[in-house]
């Protein structure tokens, strides 16, 4: 009797849209795929009951919490994506499952969606578009991005990919990052609370479950600056946010990442905020990338890749 076929659980619904050939690779490899039926973020409650008999996830960005994991026979967490606050990693290594992630494979996707939403907030763009398909012509003045100053939150890999795109504008670039203690070439290191004072854009550009930018922050900010946030929504205080907007201490923002994923929150009311459902790394190059990885990692950490053969 030959033994039954080891289940994946496909977390991101979107999973081998892009392409099919991850799809494609995990089921070369003799896996059983098992889609996410909800086509949407799984919660704790769903995870769980979808989890049993699942030997491996293709994660996304649902709660892997102790809990989950402590219910699951989950060997392995292989995440598409760079960012790992969705797991509990000590609970992961404690419990002895496997876990994964794709560092490198969103940097640029994610920094020329910064790019581009950076310049459509500035000339207002959504706006005006908006507007239009009202059938309202509309025409808003907006501002240009050459000369002005941009602090960059966060100087890791798609900190620094947006610094190199914003090199053709002239901008003076700023930067903060604890972790960094060495200015990069053409960025001028600051605090962050020095960088808030004179930024007239702040990008965020970081990890984590705790805001950055808090109350206390948000009163640091120059008047008038725009805030981007591509990185995680608990990075700001969304009450802060939403004061600092009406009081026009932020003159506009782009989100891509949200406090609650789908959003459906206070911001959706703001014309001068431009939102996007964390589509940062929804480019197709990108997508093809990150799961061919997130696929190859999770066949390497069940010993199924084909140089685990030898
Ligand atoms: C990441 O890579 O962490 C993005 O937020 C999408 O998952």
Not at 283 to 292: F, G, I, Q, T
Request: charged share 20%; net charge negative.
């Amino acid at each position: 009797m030959s033994a039954a076929p080891i289940k994946i659980l496909l977390g991101p619904s979107s999973f081998g849209s892009a392409d099919p050939a991850p799809l494609e690779r995990l089921k070369a490899a003799g896996l059983e795929v098992v889609d996410n039926p909800f086509k949407r973020k799984l919660t704790q409650q769903e995870l769980l009951d979808l989890l049993p008999g699942i030997t491996g996830i293709i994660a996304g960005l649902e709660p892997l919490n102790r809990a989950v994991m402590a219910a699951s026979q989950l060997k392995v967490i292989s995440r598409v994506g760079v960012g790992l606050n969705n797991v509990d990693l000590e609970a992961a290594a404690e419990l002895g499952i496997a876990v994964r992630y794709t560092p490198d494979a969103p940097t640029i996707a994610v920094a020329e969606l910064t790019l581009g939403c950076l310049l459509n907030l500035l000339r207002r763009v959504g706006e005006m578009d908006r507007s239009l398909h009202a059938c309202r012509w509309n025409k808003c003045v907006g501002y240009q991005l050459t000369g002005r100053t941009v602090l960059l939150v966060g100087l890791g890999r798609i900190g620094l990919a947006v610094a190199r795109l914003l090199e053709p504008f002239r901008v003076r670039l700023l930067g903060c990052d604890p972790a960094v203690d060495q200015a990069p070439a053409g960025i001028e290191l600051v605090s962050l609370q020095e960088g808030l004072a004179q930024a007239d854009v702040i990008s965020l550009h970081a990890s984590g479950t705790e805001p950055i930018l808090g109350p206390g922050e948000l009163a640091d900010i120059k008047p008038g600056a725009f805030l981007l946030n591509p990185s995680r929504g608990e990075l700001v205080d969304e009450q802060g946010l939403v004061a600092a907007l009406d009081q026009g201490r932020l003159a506009g923002a782009w989100l891509d990442a949200f406090w609650r994923e789908p959003y459906d929150g206070p911001l959706t009311g703001y014309e001068n905020v431009l939102l996007t459902p964390h589509v940062g790394s929804y480019s197709a190059e990108c997508r093809l990338d990150m799961e061919m990885q997130a696929v190859d990692n999770l066949l390497e950490a069940l010993g199924l890749a084909k140089d685990s053969e030898a």
